[in-house]
């Protein structure tokens, strides 16, 4: 009994802040506004299929995986490193990693404007050594850049949290029988840290597909992504019934995506942050 | 008991996460909402400390993203600052409050030049606050000749130097103007072949931008830029490398007003305080701290002479021979977005 009315203030805060919503975009992205009044339609999404906007979404898609990739090939080995079982000041390490989330996402932002600038930081540094000016800023290296950067931790910790549970015994076995390091590794380590790795890549990607800070910023208005094109429906248009469509189609994409990964997780024992 | 004491516990946190924000007010608070840079927020506190009403200031970056927001309701502003054609848009649609002019008895000061505009031909609407031409800003080291056409922005050789405005109003005038055609045109195929350059002009283009063109312009990131005049006045004090003209075929002219919308709580508060930005001295300080050039007639006397002469702030007759006002487009309006957002996502 205790138990029911304790979820009370949850289903009531979900209800509020989940499925009003989600009921309201639904029912904005079915409808389109005429002179004579609101109609049932499927405009929206019929318009969401113009290859205008397929572009866009190819490209998210594109920046998105580019960026998990880079965060994956980065985040991997920091991970692996970190658990180490004879790193010194592991802690302090893993702090470092996430200190940087401690400050706000718009200035880690903005700072990469001033250190990528034509006369920025680097271009000095670099022009000091005598290289000449390197465009570094409004370009999809620049957006790819503020994307790994800012969701790195998010592949890093879920990974780190899995190989540091791995039960040290299974190496030893492996070694113990003869298996050289990389042997261990790719036998061993890689097939069980896997769980950590699909959540590293949703929690990546998730965020990378849909921001549109980052490539407002470093992307200098130039890179309309998925999550730019909603916000100028919501924001400058006035277009919620198509703003709200293409936000339907993202959310079934993601879900698309998370069934995969879930399928897998559930397979083996879940790690990371959710 | 316990269980009882437990019920209760809920059902007031489920009342209180209702009630939250629900407070009382004894104090009137005004919401104000006006463009990016453009006050000087001291004003505001002035005001704040004469009238004891307190201010709760937020900014737009473009008319359409204020519009927007205004049209969708719930966001409960007093004071709006659009430009000449979003207030015709707003009077049609009638989202403005009429004015009481007797509680605004520095109008006077107002130029006449600026009274009975076609976008308010009455004045009952709007009062002005500052007015302005869009041109080009370039860097005098990076350009090598004085630029005298908007098609300089086309010039290949400033490849990456060029930053257009992210508003699609102006970005879209201007190229019709460059074409030769009337930056109001309805015309779809004057509107295509706008669009086709703006294609065309996009490999070259640095970054679209409105409020950052100043930082960057000043810190010499690029050569040229679309901006508003006063954005031009600013920099060029910053840096004097850089340099404003107003193209020859012509520009967009403009007022911003100040207005009330339909809906406030606070009609004669928001009076007072538009009363309030056309005292002389309010209307002085604001002039002189961002750049644009202001319609009241005393502030204008107070400022420097190298402002009011220079052709910058206060361009000449001959200046504006060939430069249009925005008129409200209507439902071409929709094609307009279209137009940007293909731009923009190309």
């Not at chain 1, 209800?15 to 975009?25: A, D």
């Not at chain 1, 670099?126 to 409004?138: D, F, S, T, V, W």
């Amino acid at each position: 009994m205790k138990k029911t009315w304790a979820a009370y203030p949850y289903i009531f805060w979900i209800i509020i802040f989940t499925i009003v919503p989600m009921g309201l975009l639904i029912y904005f992205s079915i409808t389109v506004k005429t002179p004579t009044g609101t109609i049932i339609s499927m405009d929206n999404f019929r318009r969401f299929t113009e290859p205008i906007y397929l572009k866009v979404l190819a490209r998210s898609l594109t920046l998105a995986a580019i960026s998990t990739v880079c965060c994956l090939l980065l985040g991997y080995p920091a991970a692996l490193f970190l658990s180490s079982r004879d790193l010194r000041h592991k802690n302090t390490m893993v702090l470092l990693m996430v200190l940087p989330m401690w400050m706000n996402f718009l200035l880690r932002t903005y700072a990469w404007l001033t250190l990528l600038e034509r006369k920025g930081l680097i271009n000095t540094l670099l022009g000091k050594i005598g290289i000449p000016p390197l465009n570094l800023l409004y370009n999809d290296f620049a957006v790819v850049l503020g994307m790994v950067y800012n969701f790195l931790p998010f592949m890093v910790l879920p990974i780190y949290s899995v190989l540091s549970k791995i039960d040290h015994s299974l190496i030893e076995a492996a070694e113990d029988l003869g298996a050289d390091p990389l042997r261990t590794f790719l036998k061993v380590r890689l097939p069980l840290s896997l769980p950590g790795v699909m959540s590293g890549i949703t929690m990546v990607f998730m965020p990378a597909v849909t921001t549109f800070v980052i490539s407002r910023l470093l992307g200098g208005g130039q890179y309309t992504l998925i999550g730019n094109l909603i916000e100028q429906q919501f924001l400058t248009v006035g277009d919620w019934n198509f703003g709200s469509a293409i936000s339907l189609m993202m959310m079934l994409i993601i879900l698309i995506g998370m069934g995969f990964t879930s399928r897998y997780e559930k397979e083996q024992e879940g790690g990371g942050l959710w | 008991m316990k269980k009882g004491f437990f019920r209760i516990l809920m059902v007031v946190l489920c009342i209180s996460v209702l009630a939250v924000g629900c407070g009382k007010k004894n104090q009137v608070e005004l919401n104000v909402y006006n463009w990016g840079d453009y006050i000087d927020e001291s004003v505001l506190q002035e005001f704040e400390k004469k009238y004891n009403i307190k201010i709760n200031y937020d900014t737009f970056t473009t008319n359409e993203d204020m519009y927007v927001k205004v049209k969708a309701g719930g966001s409960h502003y007093d004071i709006l600052i659009p430009s000449d054609y979003m207030i015709k848009r707003m009077i049609d649609e009638g989202m403005l409050e009429k004015l009481d002019m007797s509680n605004i008895p520095n109008y006077k000061y107002i130029d006449s030049k600026f009274k009975n505009l076609e976008y308010d031909p009455n004045n009952e609407y709007s009062v002005p606050y500052m007015w302005g031409t869009v041109g080009i800003l370039y860097n005098k080291k990076m350009v090598s000749e004085k630029p005298t056409s908007w098609k300089v922005l086309w010039d290949k050789k400033y490849a990456k130097q060029i930053l257009m405005m992210d508003s699609q109003r102006d970005s879209i005038g201007i190229t019709l103007k460059m074409l030769g055609y009337s930056l109001n045109s309805k015309n779809p195929d004057e509107l295509e072949q706008a669009k086709q350059a703006l294609i065309e002009q996009k490999p070259l283009v640095l970054a679209y931008v409105v409020d950052e063109v100043k930082d960057k312009m000043i810190a010499g990131e690029a050569a040229l830029a679309v901006v508003w005049s006063g954005d031009a006045v600013y920099c060029i004090r910053e840096n004097p490398d850089l340099d404003y003209v107003i193209p020859e075929e012509g520009s967009n002219l403009w007022f911003d007003a100040i207005v009330i919308p339909k809906g406030t709580q606070h009609k004669k508060e928001a009076e007072m305080f538009i009363n309030f930005l056309c005292e002389t001295d309010i209307a002085y300080r604001n002039a002189d701290y961002i750049g644009y050039s202001s319609p009241h007639t005393e502030a204008v006397k107070r400022l420097p002479k190298e402002i009011t002469s220079s052709r910058h702030a206060y361009p000449q007759e001959e200046d504006l021979k060939k430069c249009e006002v925005f008129v409200d487009l209507g439902s071409i309006l929709k094609e307009f977005d279209r137009i940007w957002t293909e731009v923009k996502s190309h």
